[in-house]
């Protein structure tokens, strides 16, 4: 029964946990369902990789305090509640570091308690990640200054070190060893997204993620898990997945190429994954890929309505309030589907985006198009696991909580679709520029495309085209409309909350909506700021403003992205998107805190199980919900020490 569901798991600090349910699941195919194991198998094997890449230690980390808990029958209650309440966060967000304001979070216990934790835990039966000839001592004395000393490798991303300060020497992921922003630029690299940077004998050496490269041992799984699964792909998914082993093999970029252009091709399968190393938002410079696993299949009914759009995506284009060289003559093969997603692991799980659209690579897109997906059943379990009081507390008057009650789960799952669907996928670059814009703006390249795709979406929401298309009703178009714009002023407002120390705003999702809201304050009368018994609330006032003020910033936007004017970029950011008044805040997290919302969610994924017959054939798949992370997070760990590619199985 639905209404019995549980949603909401708990709330660990500032996170909600919530369990994710993929109903769809059980109505495939068993050939869908064996195929779907196997990806999932694929998701899992690649799990560690992501730890490895967020900071050096993580791994170690993780182990330590995983034994903790598993072993942990001999440590006081409060050392053990305190080291749960911390490896929560870590599985969370995948290591040390919160993955929305990348500054590290630690475990409040002195160095003596941690030691002590370890020992009675080894005692127990754990075993910990000691290296060859070194003592439990030795191992808690090299991983303390991580776990417990704020000041230690603080942040994972560094964008803006501030004047004279290095990028990649303050940022404290593990993508760059020791190297620093200046060698780069005089480096050429060979393997710019699937490559750790190293300093080796005073020069730079690239460790290739791939086959006998880095991530040999996972990559090896991967495969093993890949090639299982390829006698029941269809054959355009077939292509893709025999194209992306031969990337793994190699490591090379014609491979990654090529493997790209077959995952696009394949436009039509049920099923479909991602991966491999694809976002590049945890590098400063926006070059490596963080790696990530996704299995997915589509939602049918939910897909009819996106098509829609995307089979009309030229009418937008030809539309699209920006100069005529930048409307791209005839957009390809924009596809958009809706999802459910079996499984999320590495940069795309247990914190999960609700839309996406890649390849990322620009030449690919322009040539081959692109694919777009809403994830259905992550924006449903979002809704339904968000308090109410999230909607009232940050609106000016009833009415507007009503809208927003109303309308906002609709409008959100509406403008999501459009941002991926007639946003990213929209917009060509200048003929006169020859390099790729992510080479030309550098780290502003992803906060600046997030920014254009948002207003795509809020520049066409209003539009009748979408009447016209079935899309919307005529008479609520109004109340729709309002609700989003009203929801998206608000958010840039509550989304403060996630931003609880320092005055600047890292995360590039983040950074488009505080410059989207900040530039419409300083240019329209579509926003007003009001304060009521102390609190401050963003009002939208004027929808015909907001629309005129976001196609207006659209054009410049547009332009900076097709031009790859990095210093305009860079000023449109340090001045409206990057910074933010520290009071402000604080009032937020304080009525936050007041009423105990979430800053962030991390989902407890479905989990599978094949099911076999004596000669070991699987005969069916079963799907449930574990409801519980610390469970799904010690199994996951588990498979990751047990997995061989050919076992098939999650150990009991
Ligand atoms: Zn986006």
Redesign the pocket.
Same mark, same amino acid.
């Given at each position: 029964m639905t209404s019995e569901r549980r949603y909401l798991l708990e709330r660990v600090d500032d996170a909600a946990v919530v369990q994710l349910y993929a109903d769809g699941f059980a109505d495939l195919a068993l050939r869908e369902k064996v195929l779907i194991w196997h990806l999932y198998l694929a998701a899992l094997a690649g799990r560690d990789i992501y730890y490895d890449q967020r900071h050096a230690q993580s791994l170690e980390m993780r182990a330590v305090v995983e034994a903790v808990l598993t072993r942990g029958r001999d440590i006081s209650p409060s050392v053990l509640q305190e080291v749960r309440r911390y490896t929560k966060l870590f599985w969370i967000n995948s290591g040390p570091y919160n993955n929305v304001t990348a500054r590290k979070f630690v475990l409040r216990l002195t160095q003596r308690e941690l030691l002590e934790a370890a020992l009675a835990a080894a005692t127990a039966g754990a075993v910990l990640p000691t290296r060859p000839g070194e003592s439990i001592e030795l191992l808690i004395d090299r991983l303390a200054p991580m776990f417990l000393d704020p000041a230690v490798d603080p942040t994972v991303t560094n964008k803006t070190p501030g004047p004279g300060r290095d990028m990649l020497a303050t940022s404290f992921n593990n993508l760059y060893s020791g190297v620093s922003l200046s060698q780069v630029e005089n480096f050429s690299e060979r393997y710019g997204l699937n490559s750790r940077l190293a300093q080796s004998d005073g020069r730079l050496v690239e460790e290739v993620y791939r086959v006998n490269g880095r991530y040999d041992r996972e990559i090896r799984r991967i495969i093993g898990h890949l090639r299982d699964a390829l006698p029941f792909a269809t054959s355009s998914m077939g292509d893709a997945l025999t194209a992306l082993i031969r990337f793994y093999e190699s490591g090379e970029e014609a491979d990654r190429v090529a493997y790209d252009v077959a995952w696009v091709r394949d436009q039509d399968s049920p099923v479909d994954t991602i991966n491999g190393f694809v976002e590049v938002y945890m590098d400063p410079r926006g070059v490596k890929g963080a790696w990530e696993g996704i299995v997915s299949y589509v939602h049918e009914a939910k897909t009819r309505a996106i098509h829609t759009l995307a089979a009309h995506a030229q009418w937008f284009e030809d539309r699209m309030p920006w100069d005529p060289r930048f409307r791209k003559p005839d957009v390809a093969g924009v596809t958009a589907r809706a999802i459910e997603v079996v499984i999320e692991t590495g940069d795309s799980g247990p914190m999960t985006?609700v =839309?996406?659209?890649l390849p990322n690579d620009q030449a690919i897109r322009e040539r081959y198009g692109s694919k777009s997906v809403t994830l259905t059943n992550v924006s449903d379990a979002y809704e339904r696991s968000t308090p109410e009081a999230m909607r009232v507390e940050f609106s000016w008057s009833a009415e507007e909580a009503q809208r927003a009650i109303k309308w906002g789960g609709f409008a959100q799952e509406l403008t999501t679709a459009m #941002? +991926?669907v007639i =946003? #990213?996928g929209s917009g060509r670059m200048s003929p006169a520029v020859t390099e790729p814009p992510h080479k030309l703006l550098g780290e502003q390249y992803s906060a600046i +495309? +997030?920014a254009r795709?948002?207003l795509v979406a809020l520049y066409f929401l209003p539009d009748s085209k979408l009447v016209d298309l079935g899309i919307i009703s005529a008479e609520a178009h109004d109340d729709i409309v309002a609700a989003e714009y009203e929801h998206y002023v608000r958010n840039a407002l509550v989304q403060l909350r996630r931003v609880r120390e320092g005055t600047q705003i890292e995360e590039d #999702?983040m950074r488009n909506r505080h410059l989207i809201v900040n530039w419409l304050r300083s240019h329209t009368s579509a926003v007003d700021v009001r304060k009521r018994n102390g609190n401050t609330y963003f009002v939208m006032v004027d929808a015909i403003a907001f629309r005129d003020g976001v196609g207006c910033l659209l054009g410049e936007v547009q332009r900076i992205k097709g031009e790859g004017d990095a210093a305009a970029a860079r000023d449109l950011f340090e001045t409206y998107g990057v910074h933010f008044d520290p009071s402000l805040r604080d009032e937020i997290v304080a009525r936050v805190d007041r009423l105990q919302l979430p800053s962030y969610t991390g989902f407890v994924m479905p989990r599978l199980e094949a099911r076999r017959n004596e000669s070991g054939a699987i005969v069916d798949v079963e799907i449930s919900y574990p409801c519980d992370l610390e469970t799904q997070m010690l199994e996951y760990a588990a498979f990751a020490r047990q997995d061989r590619h050919d076992s098939g199985h999650m150990p009991a």
């Open positions: 985006a =839309g996406i659209n #941002h +991926e =946003g #990213h +495309e +997030e795709a948002d #999702h």
